[in-house]
């Protein structure tokens, strides 16, 4: 099974300051046939279902304020939040998808993030 | 736009079979070659996918649940439902419906979630 393992588990950082969630995947999600990495990244509000805010490691949705950009290929990949906002505040989460069966859409344990 | 909402008991007992429809509102279920999965989040966790359906009917299951899994489409009514049998409390959790779009292989659009509870 893949698995993938988000750090930190938690997060403060100060309102304008740079925040940045790491996700590791037990096994690459970089597809050579298209060059694409099927890794997304979620914002979770307290009552609220998850937001898609990153797609393919780096797109950004329909939507999503620039302040959000995803990074990374094959393994190792990051979410970075340049400058906090207070409405950012949320967990975190990132997700793979593995084509080769089993077919499985994997999480992260998750990410919570707080203003210092 | 498209929405989903998400319907079904709050309470259900040990060994019996927990039954949810998500109803699909603002769009065809039927277009768009989208997938269409169940999420759950147990109380203060993270999230675990149980298995898509696209709209023809072909499913996939996540190996750890697939023997207790069953997930229908109801085209006519626009909906989509999960069966998931011999719950225990192990089963307690949010549930959510959410819409996987082709290619992209993860879910943009996410019904509100349902609470279930396993207990007697």
């Known amino acids: 099974d893949i698995v993938m393992t988000q750090s930190p588990d938690s997060l403060a950082v100060s309102l304008g300051e740079r925040a940045t969630i790491n996700c590791k995947s037990s096994?690459?999600?970089?597809?050579?046939?298209?060059?694409?990495?099927?890794l997304a990244w979620y914002q979770q509000k307290p009552g609220q279902p998850p937001k898609l805010l990153i797609y393919?490691?780096?797109t950004r949705e329909s939507g999503v304020p620039d302040r959000f950009s995803g990074s990374g290929s094959g393994t190792d990949f990051t979410l970075t939040i340049s400058s906090l906002q207070a409405e950012d505040v949320a967990v975190y989460y990132c997700?793979?998808?593995?084509?080769?069966?089993?077919?499985?859409?994997?999480f992260g344990q998750g990410t919570k993030l707080e203003i210092k | 736009q498209v929405q989903l909402q998400e319907s079904g008991p709050g309470l259900v007992k040990p060994s019996q079979t927990l039954s949810l429809t998500c109803t699909v509102s603002g769009g065809s279920i039927s277009s768009g070659g989208y997938y269409w999965s169940w999420i759950r989040q147990h109380p203060g966790k993270g999230l675990e996918w149980i298995g898509y359906i696209y709209y023809s009917g072909s499913t996939y299951y996540n190996p750890s649940l697939k023997s207790r899994v069953t997930i229908s489409v109801d085209t006519s009514k626009n909906q989509f439902s999960l069966k998931l049998s011999s719950v225990t409390a192990a089963d307690t959790a949010v549930y959510y419906c959410?819409?996987?779009?082709?290619?992209?292989?993860?879910?943009?659009?996410w019904g509100q979630g349902t609470m279930v509870t396993v207990s007697s």
């Open positions: 096994q690459s999600v970089l597809y050579s046939s298209n060059n694409k990495n099927y």
């Open positions: 393919w490691a780096s």
């Open positions: 959410a819409r996987d779009p082709p290619g992209i292989d993860a879910f943009d659009i």
């Open positions: 997700q793979q998808y593995y084509s080769t069966p089993p077919e499985m859409y994997t």
